[in-house]
C-alpha cells in the first residue's frame, strides 16, 4: 500500500496533522490503495528530518510538512530556517515535501486563524494525493493564481 507522511508540530496551535489526516481519509482509495503516517515534532525546524525519515524508512512517496511559524521576528527566521531545510530534505530524497505553514501574523481573529488552516493544511492534503494519483487535476489549474487557504487569485488577462 502507499504511503502518504503527514509531520506536524507541537508548537501549531491548531491540531493540523489531524486536518491532514481527516482530508486524506476522504479521498478515494484511502485504506485499499494508500494510507497516512502521521509523525508529530515540537517544532518547525524539526520537520526536516521527520519529513526524510518518513519518505526513507517508512517508504512514504510524498509528504506533507504542517508548521505554524508565530510572530516574532526570531519565529520568522526559524521559519525560514525550517523552509531550507524542508528543501533540503526533498531536494535529497527526490520526493516532494509539500509545506503547509500558517504563519500567526496572516489572520488576527483565532477563529478565522484556525478556519484558515483547516483550509490551507486540507488543500494541501489534496495537492499531496493529486501529486501521487491524479497530476492532470494539477495540470489543468496551471496558471490560474491558486491558493490555498484563501481565495484564488485568478489567472491575469491575455
Ligand atoms: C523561536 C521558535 N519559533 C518557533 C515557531 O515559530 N514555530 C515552531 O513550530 N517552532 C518554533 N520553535 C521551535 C523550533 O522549531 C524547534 O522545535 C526547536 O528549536 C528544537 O529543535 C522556536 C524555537
Redesign the pocket.
Known amino acids: 500500500m502507499d504511503r502518504i507522511g503527514v509531520v506536524d508540530?507541537?508548537?501549531?496551535r491548531v491540531d493540523m496533522g489531524s486536518i491532514a489526516e481527516n482530508r486524506l481519509a476522504g479521498m478515494e482509495g484511502f485504506g485499499e490503495r494508500f494510507k497516512a503516517v502521521r509523525r508529530t515534532?515540537?517544532?518547525?525546524?524539526?520537520?526536516a528530518v521527520a519529513c526524510r525519515q518518513l519518505i526513507e524508512r517508512e517508504n512514504c512517496e510524498v509528504v506533507l510538512a504542517c508548521?505554524?511559524?508565530?510572530?516574532?521576528d526570531?519565529?520568522?527566521?526559524?521559519?525560514h530556517?525550517?523552509s531550507q531545510g524542508i528543501m533540503m530534505a526533498q531536494v535529497l530524497a527526490g520526493k516532494h515535501v509539500l509545506e503547509a505553514f500558517v504563519h500567526?501574523q496572516e489572520e488576527p481573529d483565532p477563529v478565522k486563524f484556525t478556519e484558515l488552516c483547516r483550509q490551507r493544511v486540507g488543500a494541501h492534503a489534496v495537492n499531496a494525493y493529486w501529486l501521487l494519483y491524479a497530476p492532470e487535476e494539477l495540470r489543468k489549474r496551471a496558471g490560474q493564481g491558486v491558493r490555498q487557504g484563501g481565495p484564488d487569485a485568478g489567472p491575469l488577462p491575455g
Open positions: 508540530t507541537m508548537f501549531a515534532v515540537p517544532g518547525i525546524r524539526d520537520l508548521g505554524m511559524p508565530g510572530g516574532d526570531l519565529d520568522r527566521i526559524r521559519a530556517e525550517a500567526a
